[in-house]
């Protein structure tokens, strides 16, 4: 049987045991459905194999191959990762576009018994659905930005919202980036079209009747670009601005980047990007900061020498668009909860 995915809200709820993507593991790393599982029925270099077989010799033996391959590594499957499962388990398969490879796996655990679709279209269908909702529909949400400057915690403000209920979109968690020169974490960034699946299906899981928080970004949040839908919705958002003293951001920053500060050759390698922008000079005063542990006073200096004022420009471009103003005198837990308690009932105020 066939199913089709007629929104990506389908995605949500699905009802399938278990999605499993039966492309080749380089295909799955770039991007795949929410949640899916890699069971190859052909691994990357088989894949090829089977390509150049059937463009340069014969498709008929090229189709004999891959058949042999493709039974071979479900039989690892059914031996290893689906072992377990019961005969009430209940898949869905699919590949690039719904054929052959999806075909062939769901026909083997079709006759083991279990009731297994293949997603009409496969891959190809849903990447055209992500692309549709973020570059060629007008985004059907109300978008809220919580903005200010470097240091205000604001992503730390978000996971606070969404557990009081307000549906938050954390782009740069999606992203793997922090959005500065400073901002890459651990594990790299996604490639673009995985950071689109990820956009896309969670602003899918959000209600469009209320408003969505995010927090205020350029454009491209490290290597990952904003679709120009989500980017015009931020442009033209209603703005809740945090203010904290640069002390207190100065403290939160040392919390926030604790990663990169307990590797102090990588911090300087990181501080040496910006000697374009600051020159040679200061970001020697920052390197000796960073190499003497001093991370609370160099948070500070460059709050004050780079972040504020390189920033002040671009964020001075949406103040009318700013609704109201939250502040604290700290940005320790308490205080943080207490924002994102004002926050929220801000968000209650601001007109639909």
Known sequence: MAY??????????????????????????????????SLPALSDEERARVGTIYK?????????????????????????????????????????????????????????????EVLTGGYRAFRREVVASLYDRPLAHRLVVLDGNTGTAKTALLARLAGRGVQVLDLEGM???????????????PGQKAFETALATGLAACDPGRPVVVEAESSKIGAAILPPEVWKAMAQAPRIEVEAPVAARAAY???????LTADTEELVGRLRLLIPLQGRERV???????????HEALAADLIEAHYDPRYEK????????RVATVSAASLDEAALD???????????????
Do not use: M
């Open 4 to 37: 089709d995915l007629p929104r990506l809200s389908a995605l949500l709820d699905h009802g399938f045991d278990t999605v499993i993507d039966v492309r080749s593991p380089a295909e799955y790393a770039e991007d795949h459905l929410p949640g899916a599982i």
């Open 56 to 116: 340069q010799d014969s498709p008929f033996r090229a189709r004999k191959i891959g058949a042999a391959l493709v039974a071979r590594n479900v039989a690892a499957h059914l031996d290893g990762p689906l072992a377990d499962k019961d005969g009430g388990w209940r898949p869905l398969v699919y590949c690039w576009r719904g054929g052959q490879r999806s075909g062939s796996v769901a026909t083997i655990l079709r006759e083991i018994g279990w009731r297994v």
């Open 175 to 189: 992203a793997n980036h922090r959005g500065s020169v400073l901002g890459p974490r651990a594990g790299g960034q």
């Open 253 to 259: 920053l040392a919390r926030a980047y604790a990663d």
């Open 284 to 294: 020697a005063q920052w390197t000796a900061l960073a190499q003497a542990g001093a």
């Open 314 to 321: 671009s964020r001075a471009r949406f103040a009318d668009l």
């Open 338 to 352: 207490a924002l994102a308690d004002e926050v929220a009932a801000t968000l209650g105020a601001i007109a639909p």
